[in-house]
């Protein structure tokens, strides 16, 4: 039987994407006690990196929110993965750290990032309710657009 949160996703018209794989010497989401730490997630999508390139040159404010909502929506799977499928554990998203590969001259940062903070307000309502940090960043693994990552509270 679908949970709170898969009904709020339904509602919402999203479908999580297939958790990605590391692509290093690392693990994509680590328990520690009650909080899950979920390594940097970029926008990964059906099995391609999307939004290559440099928001401020190759993608506008608006094409860099829809990419931070595509790592939200990375972490929101891993998250998923990582509590066996019960979304309804999640107690709080903590945190956000959000990185922009951005022009040397661009200051949107937080604006950018505010593409995964919306969304994960959306999904979690009260308890989607998170500090963060927004910066910018001369390059990006992989030549992604933005990365994020996250620290989350479960029950």
């Known amino acids: 039987m679908a949970g709170t949160i898969d009904a ?13 794989a590391a692509a290093g010497a690392y693990t994509q989401v680590l328990r520690v006690g009650n909080l899950l730490y979920i390594s940097g997630q970029v926008p990964f999508r059906n099995g391609e ?20 909502r595509a790592c939200a929506l990375n972490i929101v799977a891993q998250v998923k993965r990582a509590l066996d499928g019960d979304l309804d554990r ?4 903590v945190k956000l750290g959000g990185f922009v590969n951005s022009t040397p001259d661009y200051t949107d940062h937080p604006k950018v990032i505010n593409g995964a903070s919306n969304l994960m307000g959306d999904i979690f309502g009260e308890k989607g309710q998170h500090t963060r940090f927004a910066v910018g960043a001369g390059s990006l ?15």
């Open 8 to 20: 709020r996703l339904d509602e919402l018209g999203i479908t999580l994407p297939e958790p990605p």
């Open 49 to 68: 990196i999307t939004y290559v390139g440099k928001v401020g040159r190759d993608f506008s404010l608006e094409e860099g929110q829809e990419a931070a």
């Open 141 to 155: 693994p992989l030549g992604v657009a933005v990365e994020v990552e996250a620290i989350v509270e479960v029950a």
């Open 90 to 93: 999640v107690a709080r998203i």
